[in-house]
């Protein structure tokens, strides 16, 4: 059976495709990833946004997602979300993907073995939640596929100062969101907005698909 989707459409078809997903614990209809998705179709990008089996079952049953999917589940329902578009007529070398923390994480798990377009991930967790002694960069340090990572400066999975000092791929292009915490989120001290900030990272987001060739 199908995953549902849900589509930010831009004004001027025909347009590039994004498939975008959520973190651990909030959904893909989620109001901060909501109002990235209209931002980046306002910009020109096609976007389907959908969850994970876990998050579909959660939302129908109305108690707390957690917890996740084991990842084979996840990297199934990935690959299956991706094999959904490709029916319609999306060919893969074309298709951007990516998501949130753990969405953008596994899709950057397949994205070299499948040969789509382009990898987004937005607040890649390179490591545990403040504990930068248990980093996992490697797939970022082996990337062939050309990735966006969108990471607020402060975010507790992974900091400006800590990610700079990671090996990355020369495929991997980083946007660093002022003050940003792990929702991209600044302080109010910093003089940035969580609008400005949203509006920034879905510019660039959107740039970067359109950009791809």
């Keep these: ?21 959520h973190g651990a614990g909030a959904s893909s209809t989620h109001p901060n990833t909501t109002q990235l998705a209209e931002l980046i179709a306002a910009a020109g990008v096609r976007v389907a946004r959908f969850d994970f089996p876990y998050m579909q079952r959660a939302t129908a049953e109305g108690r707390r ?14 690959l299956s979300v991706i094999q959904q578009l490709s029916e319609q007529g999306v060919a893969r070398g074309e298709l951007v993907i990516g998501g949130r923390s753990m969405g953008g994480r596994i899709a950057s798990y397949i994205a070299d073995r499948i040969e789509i377009g382009g990898l987004i991930c937005i607040s890649y967790p390179f ?6 002694s248990r980093a996992m960069p490697l797939y970022m ?15 507790e999975y992974g900091t400006r100062e800590e990610v700079e000092a990671y090996n990355l791929s020369p495929q991997v292009t980083q946007l660093w969101i002022p003050d940003g915490d792990h929702g991209l989120k600044p302080r109010k001290r910093s003089g940035h907005t969580e609008a400005s900030n949203r509006e920034l990272a879905a510019t660039a987001i959107a740039n970067f698909v359109r950009g791809l060739k």
Aim: aromatic residues 6%.
């Design 127 to 132: 490591h545990a939640p403040g504990d930068p």
């Design 65 to 78: 997602p957690w917890p996740p999917d084991p990842e084979d589940v996840l990297v199934a329902t990935w």
């Design 1 to 21: 059976m199908d995953t549902p989707l849900t589509w930010n459409l831009p004004k001027s078809p025909p347009a590039p495709t994004l498939i975008l997903t």
């Design 141 to 155: 340090q082996q990337m062939q596929t050309p990735t966006l990572v969108v990471q607020g400066e402060r975010d």
